[in-house]
């Protein structure tokens, strides 16, 4: 298997982080309505011309994937924007091939896939915490690029996001989800058996970047230090990649409506109190 020639840009995934300041909330609402504006109009695009979108969101424990995710389609139809996150596998999937639960979740024709963790578990969780033998992850690693390959040929737009982090807003982040009730749902046995292990993650990381950062399927690399930026960031980057129009659609407009004069109801009503 031929491996992509080394890029112009040689900074690795932890060089770049960002020194711009923290963005006000308002800036940060005001692009993300106008990046919203432009995701219902590629999921018009998406469903008028039957695109088939697959997004894969891939990171450290904390890195920003789950927030990233929730911009990404809080305000496009979950009907036509699927977030695919599956637990881990059972007795039965553990006898199958491989990816072949994941060929189960693929876009068909007007959809838009989002993987919150991939395929490319086998490369990450599963080799460093030992659910997987070296030699399994050796073969998914050479096997990836063929599976991915198969996938583009298809008709599928496949993008591939690595969201980075540093140790130290990791650390944060996870000790946020500890004390934080609305969060500690988040915190799974996974991540603090996972916390002592960053150098092997980041072995495991840069030899996924070798073997399946191809020309036909790159992965692009967000630093996710700054969850508002991050976010602004994918989702532009999202709208350029996949090939979208303004498609022209009549201006609605309500009908009038007569209202009869409403009787009370002779059935009891169970009322929701009124605490707030």
Sequence with gaps: MSKKNPSPN???????????????????????????IELVKMQRWVQEHGLKVCIIFEGRDGAGKGGTIKALTERVSPRTFRVVALPAPTDREKTQMYLQRYVAHLPAAGEVVIFDRSWYNRAGVERVMGFCTPEQ??????????????IIDSGIILLKYWLEVTPEEQERRLRDRIDDGRKTWK?????????????????ARDDMFKYTDTEFSPWFIAHSEDKKRVRLNVLSHILAHVPYED??????????????VR?????????????F
């Design 263 to 275: 009787s009370n109801t002779e059935h009891p009503l169970r009322i929701v109190p009124e605490k």
């Design 10 to 36: 040689t900074q690795t995934a932890d060089d770049v982080v960002s020194h711009k300041p923290a963005l006000s909330e308002k800036t940060y609402q005001t692009e993300l309505r106008k990046l919203h």
């Design 137 to 150: 992850s050796e073969a998914f690693l050479h096997g990836a690029p063929q599976f991915e390959k198969a």
């Design 247 to 260: 498609l022209p659609q009549e201006k609605v407009k309500l009908p009038k409506r007569k209202i009869k």
């Design 187 to 203: 915190l799974s046995p996974m991540d603090i058996l996972s916390f002592n292990r960053w150098d092997d993650y980041t072995t």
